[in-house]
């Protein structure tokens, strides 16, 4: 993404753009998403709350995880070492399959810390030592999978010997883990009301599931689009916890336009002759923590203004109805 990111500054430059290179955020002299943790860090606030608000420490208390994902990836990767109480049963990702039917919550997590360390990991480097007995690492190409009691125990096959791969994705998906965490590309949740197209995600058409037949209690969606906006209505609906997410995933977008609005700002100094690039860009490191804490607070705001508008939407219809109406008017 850097050098995306630089190539479009690098144009931007060269035809004298006002913007100059705070044109594309992310570069070599911009914030690393990734190496932030922010999108995930974000996400991570309204999972709390909603944790929070069902009694729940996220922070101190052991929790079951399922996921899509690897621990390669920016959101997924961080997002799973965010809590030290994460017990993930259950991901998968284009290549493998993970299931661990009872992880220890301690052990797992350093394990998962090594692979996002190697930068370049997988499911299959995972030490299968530590997976608990019966969970195991399976490819994505195979024809069938030979269950374990305990993973047949773990997602409710009924005394199936043998599923399908795609019949163990729906399973994770529709497991009853406390918290279901979207890392990947992928839209894999939609309204029994939608047909399949309607997610725009062809390739993931066998794998779908509906809203309403989700069993987690929390979702976090880190990932863009992992579900439709009437797919999570309808697990809404059911009284699952989960915010749109452009709400979940706005840390990313955030971190970018602090650090556009952090050049434009310096930008104006250096064409004064009052600061060199080399000490804006000195500048920008020593800010990344404060960046950071800005744009965690904002997500923590967001969730608890969804919160409080949640608690009053009942005394607010009124208000709600006659601005449908004034819209409506208005055309």
Known sequence: MATFSDLANGVARDYGFWLDDAFASGGSAGYDHKKMGITARGGWESVKRHFREMGINSQKEDFTVVGVGDMSGDVFGNGMLLSKHIKLIGAFNHMHIFVDPEPDAATSWKERNRLFRMGRSSWSDYDKKLISKGGGIFDRSAKSIKLSSQIAELYDFDSKDTVTTNDLFRAILLSEADLLWFGKIGTYVKSSDEPDSAAGD??????????????????????????????????????????????????????????????????????????????????????????????????????MALTHAEALAGETVGEAARFIRSLERSG
């Open 202 to 303: 062809r390739i993931n058409d066998p794998l779908r599931v509906d809203g309403r037949e989700l069993r987690c209690r929390v979702i976090g969606e880190g990932a863009n689009l992992g579900i439709t906006q009437p797919g999570r209505i309808k697990f809404a609906l059911r009284g699952g916890r989960i915010n749109p997410d452009f709400i979940d995933n706005s840390a990313g977008v955030a971190s970018s336009d602090h650090e556009v609005n952090i050049k434009t700002l310096l930008g104006e100094v250096i064409s004064d002759g009052k600061l060199t690039l080399a000490e804006r860009n000195k500048t920008l490191v020593k800010m990344t923590n404060d960046v950071a804490a800005h744009v965690l607070m904002d997500n923590y705001r967001q969730s």
